[in-house]
């Protein structure tokens, strides 16, 4: 259970990133900011590896090229939402991800004639409540296009956290899976900015924004494999929720944003969504725990 609550360190990263995505986005395109991202993965991974005398080889190639694959799915048409709807709405459907696991939890429950995880689902619903009353999304007519891209990406992001959980079964490290993900994620980029307009020339702010944009991507991509790949994915989806509060709190202190009582509800659902799940997976792996000593 411990390792699932990476997806809070993940959740802080990812909401920082994309501020500055935001700030790219005007200048530069979705496949070009992959681009750039991934390659400061690759290389700030790299240099943490070669330094500390371990390897980058793996025996599960194939496997990294689907979670790759999946990878540059999801975040270059999450990049391109990004840019063309608002950020709070673009962000609630972003969230739908927990929502769509706990569905997928209970239809493999009644496939195997097991309980359905019904607490942990509650718990997320509580918590997507809470990212509504916080963000309080509202649609657009020039955004319909963009929701269902968000949507999309979404499902893409629940066959990437099974794929991930996969490789953390074979016992693959978070950095090695994050690593060929930069890599790979450099060449399906490449390819993308070369069909789609090609690459801009960068000044001081464009090339400032993709540096801090690439530091708390790596590290986020670090946290939420950790998290995915070794702790429990339903835990783990639903203290993702937590991204939405640390933004907040980022913008009351730096930007003097207004403290709204909706946001101040929202916060205290996406709280109560978070302790909830965590005392609900302690006990489930303590029941788990007893079964298998009394075997």
């Known amino acids: 259970m411990m390792q699932s609550f990476w997806a809070i360190a993940a959740a802080a ?5 994309a501020a500055f995505v935001k700030v790219c986005a005007a200048d530069l395109g979705s496949f070009e900011l992959v681009f750039y991202r991934s390659v400061f993965g690759a290389l700030f991974i790299a240099f943490f590896v070669f330094t500390r005398g371990q390897t980058l080889k793996t025996k599960h190639f194939g496997m990294h090229v689907v979670r790759s694959f999946l990878g540059v799915l999801s975040i270059v048409p999450w990049f391109y939402a990004l840019g063309r709807m608002q950020f709070g709405t673009c962000m609630t459907l972003i969230y739908t991800t927990p929502l769509f696991m706990a569905l997928n939890f209970i ?3 009644r496939l195997k ?4 995880p019904w607490l942990m689902t509650a718990s997320i619903l509580v ?3 809470g990212i509504i009353c916080m963000l309080k ?3 657009n007519n020039d955004e319909f296009i963009p929701a269902l891209v968000c949507l999309g990406v979404s499902l893409i992001d629940l066959a990437t956290y099974w794929q991930m959980k996969q490789m953390g079964q074979l016992k693959e490290p978070s950095w090695r899976i994050v690593f060929y993900f930069s890599v790979l994620g450099i060449v399906f980029a490449a390819v993308g900015t070369m069909f789609t307009g090609g690459f801009h020339a960068l000044d001081s702010k464009a090339l400032g924004g993709i540096l801090a944009m690439g530091l708390f991507a ?3 991509q670090i946290c939420t494999t950790r998290s995915y790949a070794y702790g429990n994915m339903l835990l ?3 203290l993702g929720f937590s991204a939405i509060p640390f933004s907040a709190v ?3 202190l730096l930007f003097d944003d207004a403290v709204e009582a909706a946001s101040l509800i929202g916060m205290s659902l996406i709280l109560a969504s978070g302790v909830t799940a965590a005392v609900t997976t302690k006990k489930m792996e303590a029941a788990e725990r007893s079964q298998q000593a009394a075997r």
């Open 127 to 129: 918590g997507f409540v």
């Open 236 to 238: 783990s989806s639903c």
């Open 218 to 220: 790596t590290l986020g």
């Open 13 to 17: 990263c990812f909401s920082i990133m």
């Open 107 to 109: 239809i493999l429950a």
């Open 137 to 139: 999304p509202n649609f």
């Open 250 to 252: 980022m913008g009351i």
């Open 113 to 116: 004639s097991t309980r359905a």
